[in-house]
């Protein structure tokens, strides 16, 4: 499962900003994934494959993933980094 917000920090004027900023470094997967996270950030709670929806490889899609949280429009987590930051602070 994947969590994420829009922009840095889930300021969506921050995201608006960076998007004028960026958007003719995305390639049009790129903004389709972006149409689909702000989709489901109207729509708390609703889960889909992301991957098959948009006809991308895991691999694809983490990729773009990345991109977007290095120009800063999004930043994200798995449940797997959060399980493993959970269990580095048990283990301090």
């Given at each position: 499962?994947?969590?994420?917000?829009?922009?840095?920090?889930?300021?969506?004027?921050?995201?608006?900003?960076?998007?004028?900023?960026?958007?003719?470094?995305?390639?049009?997967?790129?903004?389709?994934?972006?149409?689909e996270l702000i989709e489901l950030a109207t729509?708390?709670g609703y889960t889909i494959n992301m991957a098959?929806?948009?006809?991308?490889?895991?691999?694809?899609?983490?990729?773009?993933?990345?991109?977007?949280?290095?120009?800063?429009?999004?930043?994200?987590?798995?449940?797997?980094?959060?399980?493993?930051?959970?269990?580095?602070?048990?283990?301090?």
């Open positions: 499962m994947l969590g994420y917000v829009l922009g840095r920090d889930g300021d969506i004027h921050d995201f608006i900003e960076t998007l004028k900023r960026v958007h003719g470094e995305l390639d049009y997967d790129e903004i389709q994934l972006v149409r729509h708390p098959k929806k948009l006809n991308l490889t895991s691999v694809e899609l983490s990729d773009y993933l990345q991109h977007l949280r290095v120009c800063g429009l999004i930043d994200y987590w798995s449940d797997s980094e959060k399980t493993s930051k959970t269990l580095s602070l048990l283990s301090e």
